[in-house]
Nanobody
Framework: QVQLVESGGGLVQAGGSLRLSCVVSQRTVDTPFWGWFRQAPGKEREFVATINWTGGGTITADSAKGRFTISRDITKNTVYLQMNGLKPEDTAVYFC??????????????WGQGTQVTVSS
């Protein structure tokens, strides 16, 4: 069982930055990707970015390109999401997940509990 714990959420003004962290309990061969998703109130959970923890390859959603950067530190089993230029529409609960990769919920088997990000205008 892979466990994930997010941190780093909070309240920030529009234009500000936050860095989310997610500690993953173990790396497994069937979960080569660590991803970030977000879910705003009344909306579906949507893909933000994902990274292959072996080679470091990334995929980023169009809504996040140019503002958000995903990275990982293998020595710490941690995946990060650096968010710059935050907008009120980025307000959501952000979840990290471990799975086979891709940009849908079904591609990820294990999930964290989420961390709230609120961007004020």
């Amino acid at each position: 069982q892979v466990q994930l714990v997010e941190s780093g959420g909070g309240l920030v003004q529009a234009g500000g930055s936050l860095r989310l962290s997610c500690v993953v309990s173990q790396r497994t061969v069937d979960t080569p990707f660590w991803g970030w998703f977000r879910q705003a109130p009344g909306k579906e959970r949507e893909f933000v970015a994902t990274i292959n923890w072996t080679g470091g390859g990334t995929i980023t959603a169009d809504s996040a390109k140019g503002r958000f950067t995903i990275s990982r530190d293998i020595t710490k089993n941690t995946v990060y999401l650096q968010m710059n230029g935050l907008k009120p529409e980025d307000t959501a609960v952000y979840f990290c997940a471990a799975g086979r990769g891709g940009n849908t919920r079904n591609d990820y088997r294990y999930w964290g509990q989420g961390t709230q990000v609120t961007v004020s205008s």
